[in-house]
């Protein structure tokens, strides 16, 4: 059974904080070999205050309740699904300073593994900050095996546009994810992290839904100039970000009224992106847009705009954007299961090769 592909569950709570994405994917934790059904549980107003009231907290912080709105919510969703032989538990990160404190996501999988009967994978990411990576992004050696299921044939980009951008590159002619010169990632910077936080401070909405409000501004481009003034775009990847590492960006549209600051900063995400195309090898022949950013069709066009490339939501090529992680978190269980790596030193920086996770089993 071992080398058998299995049904697999993954689940993802992202900084965006929205709610828990869950996914079954028929894999080995090398091919796809098909994707199975999806659900999503929203977190309520009062969920979600509670989650933004921890953000930023450490293991020796209080971080009780939002662990109860973690594990009530995973339950809750993930006990919906049928057939799964193991589940991929990311938990929700609420610190991420791999150079300095380490990272910290809360979730219990051993509870959660108990409550739903199934052997659960969770914690994916201690291992590689604690060997020298950054832990994150974890999803490119999934986005390989994305390339090889579309059967892609050059280069491609995969970019995450969630709380945090990521994006990852990918040669689809090598054989293995962890080969060297298969997966460059990193993040990119900011996405709609900040956008949704000016939306509930100015309008009190989570988010600036269609670009709507974005659409109606202009650009202030001497804001977006001192944006880009930020180091992090000059070093060079693996590298990694926390949710509000460009707090600075609400500060730099402060005067503005709020449809050029919605603007703004929806140019400074694009941004931050096409600066990261730079540090690709080759360019892709697609950029492969996935996260809630694609649908921000200001966002989508600012980048279409700026990139020598074809941009497309995954969706074009057959892949469900909206839950493109959590399934990825259900191929890397199966990895973690079988003893492959989950990142390597082009995906976190890690020194080598490494498969993070621990495995809580029933």
């Not at 569950?9 to 079954?24: E, N, Q, R, Y």
């Not at 995973?74 to 990160?93: K, S």
């Not at 959590?326 to 973690?336: D, E, I, K, N, S």
Request: hydrophobic content about 45%; aromatic content about 6%; glycine content about 12%.
């Amino acid at each position: 059974m071992q080398q058998e592909p299995i049904w697999a569950l993954g689940a993802m709570s992202g900084t965006s904080l929205d709610g828990v994405d869950a996914a079954m994917i028929l894999t080995d934790g090398d091919q796809i070999f098909e994707f199975g059904d999806t659900d999503y549980r929203a977190y309520s107003d009062a969920e979600r205050h509670v989650l933004k009231d921890a953000l930023g907290k450490w293991p020796e912080d209080d971080t009780q309740a939002a662990l109860d709105v973690i594990q009530t919510a995973h339950t809750e969703v993930l006990a919906g699904f049928d057939g799964a032989q193991i589940v991929g538990f990311h938990g929700q990160t609420l610190a991420h300073d791999p150079r300095g404190r380490g990272t910290h996501q809360i979730g219990d999988g051993a509870a959660l593994a108990e409550a739903l009967g199934v052997t659960t994978v969770w914690d994916f990411r201690s291992t590689d900050v604690e060997l020298g990576g950054e832990g994150a992004p974890l999803a490119p050696y999934f986005h390989f095996a994305c390339a090889k299921w579309i059967k892609a044939t050059a280069p491609v980009a995969f970019l995450n546009l969630g709380g945090v951008g990521n994006l990852t590159w990918v040669d689809p002619n090598l054989m293995k994810p962890d080969a060297e010169g298969a997966c460059l990632a990193f993040d990119t910077g900011p996405a709609n992290a900040p956008i949704n936080d000016l939306m509930m401070e100015r309008r009190g909405l989570p988010y600036d839904k269609d670009g709507a409000l974005a659409s109606k501004g202009k650009v202030v481009d001497g804001a977006l100039e001192l944006f880009l003034e930020e180091p992090y775009f000059r070093r060079m990847p693996p590298k990694s970000l926390d949710r509000d590492d460009f707090s600075l960006m609400l500060d730099l549209v402060r005067e503005l009224n709020d449809a050029d600051a919605a603007a703004t900063m929806t140019a400074m995400s694009a941004a931050a992106v096409m600066q990261a195309m730079e540090h690709c090898p080759t360019l892709p022949e697609r950029l492969l847009v996935t996260g809630g950013g694609r649908h921000n069709p200001v966002m989508m066009a600012m980048l279409r705009a700026g990139l020598d490339c074809d941009v497309l939501p995954v969706e074009d090529v057959g892949l469900n954007g909206d839950m493109l992680e959590a399934q990825a978190f259900g191929y890397l269980a199966v990895r973690v299961l079988r003893g492959l790596p989950t990142s390597g030193p082009s995906t976190t920086g890690v020194r080598a090769a490494v498969g993070g996770g621990k495995i809580s089993r029933v």
